[in-house]
């Protein structure tokens, strides 16, 4: 087939240089027609051929293997065929600045092509486990394809070639060459974020039961749009506009925790004045956010939603992630500046060195401290930092890891290389703190929890009493006062050590509020709003902690957390600041404000942990870190001598090294439009291997 390609490409240079002097008058008095420029645009396939150079044949060919890409690997491979790039004119920035236009992911791949101008361009340089010679090599076989204009076989050739890469069927593995500081390290990282990434996907579309993210973009002219839309997006299916979407409020979260944790670093070292710019920024950029969270709660509730709901909701997410990532890349030179942690990266490393000492100190007592909580309360109490001890002596292991590459490449004179190792060093200290702290927190919040509880108690008693006394035998009350009596029973029994406290609150909590709006027509107002009011500080105290309990968790673990478990956290931190502008001035919506948001509260934490634990699996950490998980059996199919010691934590703490050191760290998160973490924006892209003519 390609045989027949070049001997067709070939005939069509003769017919071109023989019409080229047949029409050479008209060309000398008209002028040389320009090759058509074309901007950047947004992909809707995997496809995109506006020079017409493909036959139908050919279109077919090409998809075909891209088809088989996608469905063989991670990765997705676009190819797109344009008469002459414009703004910008390099092929390589072209294809970044499709890629961004389009919103596309971190595993999603471009081959550009000029037909007429004769240039191509590639990006990203190296993405997941894809190593830059890997994919530079899938590019050198577009360009030997490309010279003999079989503009099929380009594509066909770059598919084929990152396919084999990606399934380890390469005649030579390109990732050993890669030199720096990084070695085993970095390989074992690379590694970590693929399978995390997969997870990612995985969980997020088949919850809502649409398109992975891994499978073949749909053919546009068989995809359903809504007619007459006019937006930026409507030439986008429906399904993939909703995968960005949700991609792009993942990107945007992990971005504002990183720059959140920036903040805190640069404001102990600066003070809060040399960072108010910074702070503002983020304060708006996390508004902004919580609104989007809030729409993408409207497309994952459980009402059915409309084609055109889908299509206008999604579009609305990713103009506000847009905007959002667009101002944090506008602070990030400034903030680097401000920090300016090459100069004095010695000593950041050695500050690193020793608070790593120091919160090592603190991982036995935690772990005394769970076992002992645990003695007192059942496992379900204490999900959410069980395993903080564990991942933290993780995180402070690589933390060890990260100091000495650091100082390696300090000694070696890469001191900018040995900054991304820093910044990751202080992320993981920042992490491991949190973590330990929660544990240090967890007795006090469940011995509060306690004292609540029996509040609750006596409160719901009362509701018991008035029952009795106004509605007794009444059809709406009765099963409602079964209810309580039942909450009682189960909080008695979890305040004698017999059940979750947590969970005994929570039911209480509700059938008191059940009872209560039984027997709301039989009380007076002021009496209900009185009622009310109690019961809402103690809903808004418990909503407020678990709020705060799953903020923690979902970042200390946020390589593995989707977008389910952060839109139904964001929403449910909505709601407790709608509950807390509402208990002036109307306690009983109020109240059923801050009850829905601890249910979604709930969910997130729920969903949070299920991720997490199939990240875990994927990873090949079995039941957990201990014996037989991370140490045991190695990361995935990589046995533990391929690797680093300690590697996971980082990775299910969404630490991205990889990224770091391709510039995207620091505030802003990097990469894509404010934290792609592995996008389109990471560094090198400027150096000509991977933009040429042909």
């Not at 029409?23 to 058509?36: D, F, I, S, W, Y």
């Not at 990434?197 to 068989?222: C, E, Q, S, V």
């Not at 009496?527 to 808004?540: C, K, S, Y």
């Not at 109020?590 to 969903?607: D, I, M, S, W, Y």
Request: with cysteine; net charge negative.
């Amino acid at each position: 087939m390609r045989k027949d390609r070049q001997v067709r490409a070939l005939r069509g240079r003769v017919v071109t240089v023989g019409a080229g002097v047949a029409l050479g008058a008209t060309l000398l008095v008209a002028g040389a027609g320009a090759a058509a420029a074309v901007p950047p645009p947004s992909l809707t396939s995997l496809v995109t051929d506006e020079s017409d150079v493909l036959t139908p044949g050919e279109e077919q060919e090409v998809q075909a293997a891209l088809d088989q890409l996608a469905a063989e690997t991670a990765y997705q491979l676009y190819v797109v065929y344009v008469p002459e790039f414009s703004s910008p004119e390099q092929g390589q920035d072209w294809a970044r600045a499709t890629a961004q236009e389009s919103t596309l992911g971190s595993q999603d791949l471009i081959l550009a092509v000029a037909t007429e101008t004769r240039r191509a361009g590639f990006a990203p340089e190296q993405t997941g486990d894809l190593t830059r010679d890997e994919l530079l090599a899938a590019f050198d076989g577009a360009r030997d394809a490309l010279r003999t204009d079989d503009w099929a076989g380009a594509a066909v050739a770059a598919a084929e070639a990152i396919e084999a890469a990606a399934t380890g069927d390469a005649a030579a593995s390109a990732g050993s060459s890669q030199g720096g500081g990084g070695g085993g390290f970095m390989t074992a990282l690379l590694v970590g974020l693929v399978i995390i990434g997969g997870i990612f996907l995985l969980t997020t579309f088949t919850r809502r039961n649409r398109k992975p993210a891994g499978a073949p973009l749909p053919d546009t002219a068989g995809a359903t749009r809504v007619a007459g839309s006019a937006d930026e997006f409507h030439q986008v299916p429906t399904p993939e506009l909703d995968r960005r979407s949700a991609q792009a409020l993942v990107r945007l979260d992990d971005a504002l925790r990183s720059s959140d944790e920036e903040l805190g670093f640069a404001q102990a070292q600066f003070g809060p004045e040399a960072t108010r710019e910074f702070e503002a920024v983020l304060a708006d950029g996390r508004q902004r956010l919580t609104e989007a969270f809030r729409l993408r709660q409207t497309l994952d509730d459980d009402i059915p939603d409309t084609e055109e709901q889908v299509r206008s909701t999604s579009a609305a997410i990713l103009r506000l992630c847009r905007e959002v990532g667009q101002r944090l890349d506008e602070q990030k030179e400034a903030f680097d500046r401000l920090r300016a942690i090459e100069e004095r990266v010695d000593d950041a490393l050695d500050a690193h060195e020793r608070e790593a000492a120091t919160l090592r100190g603190r991982v036995e007592p935690a772990r005394t401290a769970l076992s002992a909580l645990s003695a007192r309360y059942p496992a379900s109490a204490l999900a959410s930092v069980s395993g903080n001890p564990d991942q933290a002596e993780r995180l402070l292991e690589e933390v060890g890891n990260a100091v000495a590459q650091g100082r390696g490449l300090v000694s070696a004179g890469d001191r900018s290389t040995a900054v991304g190792y820093a910044r990751a060093a202080e992320e993981a200290l920042g992490q491991a703190r949190r973590l330990l702290d929660a544990v240090d927190s967890a007795g006090e919040d469940l011995a509060a929890v306690g004292a609540r509880l029996d509040a609750a108690v006596a409160s719901i008693t009362s509701d018991l009493s008035d029952a009795q006394r106004l509605a007794r035998g009444n059809p709406q009350v009765e099963p409602r006062a079964i209810e309580a009596r039942e909450a009682v029973a189960v909080a008695s029994a979890a305040r004698s050590g017999q059940g979750d406290p947590i969970a005994a609150l929570r039911r209480i909590t509700a059938a008191e509020a059940a009872i209560d709006e039984a027997l709301a027509p039989m009380r007076e107002h002021a009496e209900r709003a009185r009622r009310a009011q109690a019961l809402l500080d103690d809903v808004l105290g418990r909503l407020d902690s678990a709020v705060r309990a799953t903020a923690d968790y979902v970042s200390t673990r946020r390589g593995a957390v989707g977008p389910q478990a952060r839109t139904r956290l964001a929403e449910a931190d909505r709601l407790r600041m709608r509950a807390l502008d509402q208990r002036a001035t109307d306690p009983e919506a109020a109240l059923a404000t801050a009850q829905q948001g601890e249910q979604l509260v709930a969910e997130a934490q729920r969903l949070a942990q299920i991720d997490v634990e199939n990240a875990e699996q994927m990873a090949g950490y079995g039941g957990g870190y201990g014996p037989g998980g991370y140490g045991g059996r190695g990361y995935g199919r990589r046995g533990a001598g391929d690797m680093v010691s300690g590697v996971g934590g980082m990775v299910l703490g969404g630490i991205l090294l990889d990224s770091i050191l391709r510039g995207g760290g620091g505030f802003g998160g990097g990469g894509g439009w404010g934290g792609d973490g592995g996008g389109f924006d990471g560094g090198g892209f400027g150096d000509g291997g991977f933009d040429g003519g042909f």
